[in-house]
């Protein structure tokens, strides 16, 4: 039952053919704001019935005719470097840092670093002839971007969550009738679910891996912590000027988010410094 219901969102897919409608290729760039954030678990934003899932996806039908069947999980930004450790923002000053998308690249300025939007796919040649000095990306890019082969040093910032949307035209959508959109719903949210209980699995092995590699992974303090979010703090005040409505929304959804007990807690350890 499950291969069928996959195969039925596989034929459905922007770009792919569907009987009575016309082939449609789509591309959407979905930068996020609102993160992990140094320590803030997002797995219930991650739901498809949380309220900032929800006014995201609405927000994004109603403003492209889009509809998100899942939103798919690449894991939590970290810091590749060589001999060099970012713990604090201090030592990203003057570091040239590959980033991959403006979101990050404010985030970088914020705090001291020089961006350079670099796709996935030249960041590992960036680093090696000296464009960048580190690279930010998913822990998982140490095996499948081969980073541990120029880098030795990992900082676990886990300073942005990235996600793709997986996306269907609307008018496709409502061409399905109901029992085709139950069927595609269904699939999506076991899809979704799989994957995301996957990916936990999958950054530990990357991690392990790179023990395998020799390279050393830093982990942050709470102090550390509190550098990192007063550097990087101007990124949400400026998103809650340039979002408007949408934007107020998803932060009061967030604020409750953060009283929860999946999302209340920081870092294990106390502060040394006041």
């Given at each position: 039952?499950r291969?069928?219901?996959?195969?039925?969102?596989a034929?459905l897919?922007?770009?792919?053919?569907h009987?009575?409608?016309?082939?449609?290729?789509?591309?959407?760039?979905?930068?996020l704001?609102?993160?992990?954030?140094?320590?803030?678990?997002?797995?219930?934003?991650?739901?498809?019935?949380s309220?900032?899932?929800?006014?995201l996806?609405?927000?994004?039908?109603?403003?492209?005719?889009?509809?998100?069947?899942?939103?798919?999980?690449y894991?939590?930004?970290?810091?590749f470097?060589?001999?060099?450790?970012?713990r604090?923002?201090?030592?990203?000053?003057?570091?040239?840092?590959?980033?991959?998308?403006?979101?990050?690249?404010t985030?970088?300025r914020?705090?001291?670093?020089?961006p350079?939007?670099?796709?996935?796919?030249?960041?590992?040649?960036?680093?090696?002839?000296?464009?960048?000095?580190?690279?930010?990306?998913?822990?998982?890019?140490?095996?499948?971007?081969?980073?541990?082969?120029?880098?030795d040093?990992i900082?676990r910032?886990?300073?942005?969550?990235a996600?793709?949307?997986?996306?269907?035209?609307?008018?496709v959508?409502?061409s399905?009738?109901?029992?085709g959109?139950?069927?595609?719903?269904e699939?999506?949210k076991?899809?979704?679910r799989?994957?995301r209980?996957?990916?936990?699995?999958i950054?530990?092995?990357?991690?392990?891996?790179?023990?395998?590699?020799?390279?050393?992974?830093?982990?942050?303090?709470?102090d550390?912590?509190?550098?990192?979010?007063?550097?990087?703090?101007?990124?949400?005040?400026?998103?809650?000027?340039e979002?408007?409505?949408?934007?107020?929304?998803l932060?009061?959804?967030?604020?409750?988010?953060?009283?929860?007990?999946?999302?209340?807690?920081?870092?294990?350890?106390?502060?040394?410094?006041?």
């Amino acid at each position: 039952m499950r291969k069928s219901l996959l195969l039925v969102i596989a034929l459905l897919l922007p770009g792919l053919p569907h009987a009575g409608a016309e082939p449609t290729k789509l591309r959407v760039t979905l930068q996020l704001p609102i993160s992990s954030h140094l320590g803030v678990n997002l797995m219930q934003f991650k739901t498809e019935d949380s309220e900032m899932r929800q006014l995201l996806d609405k927000a994004i039908i109603e403003a492209t005719g889009i509809r998100v069947l899942w939103w798919q999980s690449y894991g939590s930004s970290v810091f590749f470097s060589k001999a060099r450790d970012v713990r604090h923002p201090g030592n990203l000053r003057g570091q040239k840092v590959r980033v991959a998308g403006e979101n990050m690249a404010t985030f970088t300025r914020q705090c001291g670093g020089e961006p350079f939007l670099i796709s996935a796919s030249k960041q590992l040649q960036a680093i090696k002839d000296g464009t960048v000095d580190m690279i930010m990306t998913s822990i998982s890019g140490v095996v499948s971007r081969e980073l541990w082969k120029v880098t030795d040093t990992i900082t676990r910032t886990e300073h942005a969550a990235a996600e793709f949307p997986v996306i269907i035209n609307e008018k496709v959508w409502q061409s399905l009738g109901a029992h085709g959109q139950s069927a595609v719903a269904e699939a999506s949210k076991v899809v979704e679910r799989d994957l995301r209980e996957q990916m936990a699995d999958i950054e530990a092995k990357a991690y392990a891996f790179a023990g395998e590699k020799g390279m050393k992974v830093h982990e942050l303090t709470p102090d550390d912590v509190s550098e990192w979010r007063a550097c990087s703090a101007p990124l949400v005040e400026d998103y809650m000027k340039e979002a408007g409505a949408l934007g107020s929304r998803l932060m009061a959804a967030y604020g409750k988010l953060r009283t929860q007990l999946c999302c209340s807690a920081g870092l294990a350890g106390t502060f040394s410094k006041r």
